[in-house]
């Protein structure tokens, strides 16, 4: 059996007889005698919040890689030699982004 996750192939999972179970005769009990439920009654659930990380995830896959309105604005501010660095306020947000950071 194997898992798919967000499209990446999964490992196949050990069947219920394999691992390190060894019954007192010394033989590995079969995967039919581990076995209590049948697997049509395996069920999977999402929680709420789960769910809405998939919705975000989807909505954000939507949206443009580069805002070019922006891009065009800064374009704009630099050729017309507008464009204003402020140092503290960028030192502030690499402080920011390091705390962030593990």
Excluded: C
């Amino acid at each position: 059996m194997t898992i798919e996750i967000n499209g990446l192939p999964g490992k196949p999972l050990p069947s219920a007889g394999e691992g390190s179970q060894v019954a007192p005769n010394g033989h590995r009990p079969s995967a039919a005698a581990n076995t209590s439920v049948a697997a049509k009654d395996d069920q999977v659930s999402l929680t709420d919040s789960a769910a809405r990380l998939r919705e975000l995830e989807n909505e954000v896959s939507q949206l443009p890689m580069v805002d070019s309105k922006r891009v065009a604005e800064v374009q704009r501010s630099i050729a017309t030699g507008g464009f204003q660095v402020n140092p503290s306020e960028v030192a502030e947000n690499m402080l920011t982004l390091d705390k962030g950071l593990p």
